[in-house]
């Protein structure tokens, strides 16, 4: 059996039978190996080894994520255009205007494309380790991260003015509607908005003696169809054209306006918004982090683009 390996050796510089002093002097330090490994490893080929090592989890991890968000990506966009051509079956079966569902197809597709495409760049920046791919990952998510926090703040301070302007123009849409000329996509969501929620009007059903067609038939109660509380027993309506109804009486409307609804809604669901955007922003930051570590300790030396192209 041979001497065990010691655990310090010297080693020096020997140029023609000579030990070079300063080397002779220096020692290595070495650490024993794995049984049936080989030769003992060095401090700094542990490190590099480590090293390695969370570079590869850290690879694979973007690798599985991104790929995940590519195919929910790819499960929204076909969705989204499911429901855009084919409107008509989903209103029947859930109980809804085609318009509500064509704006839930659109932003749905809109939300599909963008997660697919940040998937994909994130899939194949990591496995393939693309530098310029990584970059531009870090670089939407990034962008993402920085609208988001504006939009929230601008919303947070200007509530106010933004209050006033949305109810301007719901007053608006109030007043033309009815109107063939002007009839457009906002009257129709507006229609959504208050089968929806259950409302009529901005403040009240009031508001819509605003509107032309109501002043002109004050001898009856004329409001829009979407007003109409179908809860109500004994609701006489008579459906007229461009979307109004004539009602038998003002029971069968509903008597609270809309911005009560949207503010009752939005203090029932405050907290799981906010935890939403939170965990949304979290997530964000977690993947730009990985992503500019892996791009940062990739080897500076070799260019995967020449290898791919």
């Not at 870090?138 to 209050?163: H, K, P, S, W």
Request: charged share 15%.
């Amino acid at each position: 059996m041979g001497k065990p390996f010691p655990r310090q050796f010297t080693f020096g510089a020997h140029v023609g039978g000579r030990t070079d002093g300063a080397a002779a002097n220096a020692t290595h330090e070495c650490h024993p190996a794995p049984v049936g490994s080989g030769p003992c490893l060095s401090s700094e080929n542990r490190a590099d080894m480590a090293t390695k090592g969370c570079l590869s989890v850290t690879k694979y991890f973007l690798f599985i994520f991104n790929i995940i968000f590519f195919l929910l990506g790819s499960l929204l966009f076909g969705f989204g255009l499911w429901i855009l051509f084919d409107g008509s079956s989903f209103a029947a079966a859930l109980g809804t205007s085609i318009y509500g569902l064509k704006v839930w197809s659109y932003i749905l597709s809109g939300v599909g494309i963008i997660t697919m495409f940040i998937g994909f760049l994130g899939c194949l920046g990591s496995l393939k380790e693309i530098k310029c791919m990584l970059g531009f990952y870090f670089a939407i998510l990034f962008l993402l991260f920085v609208t988001q926090i504006t939009i929230g703040i601008i919303v947070y301070v200007q509530r106010d003015m933004l209050g006033t302007k949305v109810e301007n123009y719901v007053k608006n849409l109030i007043k033309t509607y009815g109107e063939s000329k002007t009839r457009g996509d906002g009257h129709d969501s507006w229609d959504y908005i208050q089968e929806q929620l259950h409302c009529c009007g901005w403040d009240s059903y009031i508001d819509w003696k605003l509107n032309e067609d109501v002043q002109a038939n004050a001898s009856s109660s004329l409001y829009p169809c979407s007003c109409s509380n179908t809860s109500t027993l004994g609701l006489n309506t008579t459906h007229l054209e461009n979307g109004f109804c004539s009602f038998q009486n003002d029971l069968g409307l509903f008597m609270d306006g809309c911005s009560r609804s949207v503010k009752a809604w939005l203090a029932d669901n405050i907290i799981t918004i906010v935890g939403i955007c939170l965990g949304v922003a979290l997530l964000e930051v977690c993947l730009m982090s990985l992503s500019i570590f892996l791009c940062r300790n990739m080897d500076q030396n070799y260019d995967k683009l020449v290898r791919y192209s």
